[in-house]
């Protein structure tokens, strides 16, 4: 069974800047193509960023120039660097792989963004 666990969450204000990770137990891991999900309060889970197998990135329109995406295969993890935090980035942001719904993993806990003032 795949495992994954999420971290680096936080409180912080508008402007400021958290890097979250995510590591998954998962052989092959450089061949999947992985995807940060956020989900805010009352709101269905969306995408946020995705990254290939060969390093090629995505973004929502919202978090587009303020989020990178990346991954460190050796580490079987991936990165979210989020800058210019807005309190609409608040939510619990999850990691997964990419492709039909269907066929994601078991979801992790996650871990929670607070932007606040």
């Known amino acids: 069974q795949v495992q994954i666990a999420e971290s680096g969450g936080g409180l912080v204000q508008p402007g400021e800047s958290l890097t979250l990770s995510c590591t998954v137990s998962?052989?092959?891991?450089?061949?999947?193509?992985m995807g940060w999900f956020r989900q805010a309060p009352g709101k269905q889970r969306e995408l946020a960023a995705s990254i290939t197998y060969n390093k090629i990135t995505n973004y929502a329109d919202s978090v587009k120039g303020r989020f990178t995406i990346s991954r460190d295969n050796a580490r079987n993890t991936v990165y979210l660097q989020m800058n210019s935090l807005k309190p609409e980035d608040t939510g619990i942001y999850f990691c997964?792989?990419?492709?039909?719904?269907?066929?994601?993993?078991?979801w992790g806990q996650g871990t929670q963004v607070t932007v606040s003032s």
């Open positions: 997964n792989k990419m492709g039909f719904t269907s066929t994601r993993w078991d």
């Open positions: 998962k052989e092959n891991f450089e061949n999947y193509a």
